[in-house]
């Protein structure tokens, strides 16, 4: 993927030679053109056309920036209650990810939504423990996160 960002880079700065239109809008015009030529290429490249990961990358960060809105609202909604009407608990989650990097990020991202800790990665790397501040049902957290979190970071990794 790297080496595809790197050769598109590239190919935009020659078209801006080649155009001898040294702006910005001369290299985005050239990124562009670079990118088809990429597309039109990409067979002969041992890895995917490289714009498959980014926008799954775009997918994972909109993704979290929903939940983020979403989990932010349901806690200032336990917050704002006159009575205090949450379950907290732990749970175990056991996860298809395999990589340092996937389950690592996955526990990251459960972290930083408001609402969700992970406490611990069990030494397989293939249990997480997570604490919630309202655990009405645990399957259905298990699939939330398998669904969304877990399948945009296979996205991303494979």
């Keep these: ?46 890895k995917p056309f490289y714009l498959r990961k980014v926008w799954a990358i775009v997918k994972l960060l909109g993704l979290f ?20 009407t949450v379950r907290p608990g732990v749970f175990a989650y056991r996860t298809e990810l395999r990589s340092d990097w996937e389950v ?17 990665v069990s030494p397989g790397q293939d249990t997480l423990y997570i604490h919630a501040i309202d655990i009405g049902d645990a399957d259905e957290l298990k699939r939330q996160i398998k669904g969304s979190f877990e399948r945009a970071i296979r996205e991303v990794t494979r």
Excluded at 22 to 29: I, Y
Aim: charged share 10%; proline share 2%; hydrophobic share 60%.
């Design 65 to 84: 920036l929903k939940e983020l809105v979403l989990s932010n609202i349901a806690v200032i909604g336990h917050i704002v209650r006159p009575r205090l």
């Design 1 to 46: 993927m790297a080496f595809q960002i790197v050769l598109n880079g590239l190919l935009a700065l020659i078209w801006m030679l080649l155009a001898n239109d040294m702006t910005f809008v001369g290299f985005v015009v050239g990124y562009f053109i670079g990118m088809a030529f990429l597309f039109g290429l990409r067979r002969f490249f041992k």
């Design 104 to 120: 690592t990020l996955l526990a990251c991202l459960i972290t930083l939504t408001p609402g969700t800790l992970t406490l611990e």
